[in-house]
């Protein structure tokens, strides 16, 4: 039998839908986010969901937030019956910190602590700088920078100031390079790993890690779609990445538990880009870029 090619042989399991797995195969001990508790914004759906089910695969129990309350329920229910884990949906707009204090509250009311927070929550589209209207650049700053830093400043004041805890962000590799078209996510994204560096030396003495996670182009989430990660796929472009594929929402949230977890008890302050190595090689080609944005454009007509 011909072996499978490196590429796809080691491949964790996942699905494009925003649904639970139908298996799982442990890389990292089954019990090593026992009784813990995570709040994960965004966490209803792509990257935020799969984190969820892995971190409850784990023992983990979870909430939920997004201003989609009907979505993180049904996401709620999905995940309680693939893992047999608590988790609890709770309506949260990053942007308005008295409903983070309000989630927060739920949270300790229901489980008694806090021990992870994951800055998931994020907003996104293709736009050329020159036709993106200021509000919306507004906008993308305040759900990604604002909103992380909302959700940290009100889990640290409540709870982990006294107990510790782990925070992690994620993020994106666009400002490396000054990706096209993306000013305004990657503006917020290199903030927020900023941000990360600032929290991990003040609140390093707290006993609290800030980490950053940063995805390049993952299949089955809304940021492949509206960014034109299906494009990329039939054309080709992928075969510029030195992985040569796109990752998957599993490989994501298996960095998220290491960075989130005891697994990386001496790490704070760091990047951990998982990407496949896209920032190295991947062309930044401005006109593609146009073409694809102004073909949507008309489409959307």
């Known amino acids: 039998m011909a072996e499978e090619h490196p ?13 639970c797995m139908t298996s799982y195969t442990y890389i990292y001990s089954p019990d090593l986010l026992k009784d813990k508790v995570a709040i994960i914004t965004g966490g209803g759906s792509g990257i935020g969901f799969r984190i969820a089910e892995v971190f409850m695969r784990h023992g983990c129990d979870i909430v939920i937030g997004s201003r989609n309350l009907e979505r993180l329920t049904e996401a709620s229910k999905k995940l309680i019956a693939a893992t047999g884990r608590r ?11 008295e409903t983070i204090s309000a989630a927060v509250e739920e949270t300790l009311k229901e489980f008694g602590r806090i021990d992870i927070l994951i800055n998931n929550a994020a907003g996104n589209f293709l736009c050329p700088a020159t036709s993106l209207s200021f509000n919306a650049f507004k906008t993308v700053i305040e759900i990604d920078t604002m909103g992380t830093f909302n959700a940290s400043k009100v889990v640290y004041e409540r709870w982990f100031k006294d107990h510790g805890g ?6 994106a590799t666009l400002g490396y ?7 305004h996510a990657g503006s917020a994204k290199a903030a927020n790993d900023a941000m990360t560096r600032h929290l991990a030396v003040e609140w390093g003495p707290s006993g609290v890690r800030v ?16 960014l034109g990660g299906l494009s990329a796929e039939t054309s080709g472009v992928f075969q510029t ?5 796109a990752g998957n929402k599993t490989e994501m949230a298996h960095g998220v538990l290491f960075l989130a977890s005891r697994a990386s008890s001496y790490v704070t302050g760091a990047c951990l880009v998982a990407d496949g190595g896209s920032w190295l090689t991947s062309a930044n080609n401005l006109t ?5 944005w102004s073909a949507g454009l008309k489409r959307d007509k």
């Open 7 to 19: 590429k796809t042989s080691e491949l964790p399991e996942d699905v494009e839908t925003d649904d």
């Open 87 to 97: 988790c609890l949906a709770v309506a949260v707009d990053v942007r308005q910190p």
């Open 166 to 171: 782990s925070i992690v962000n994620i993020s």
């Open 177 to 183: 390079k000054g990706q096209a078209l993306q000013v």
């Open 211 to 226: 980490n950053t996670l940063a995805p390049g182009p993952i299949s089955g989430t809304e940021g492949y779609r509206r």
């Open 241 to 245: 990445i030195p992985l040569q594929r």
């Open 288 to 292: 593609a870029l146009l073409d694809y």
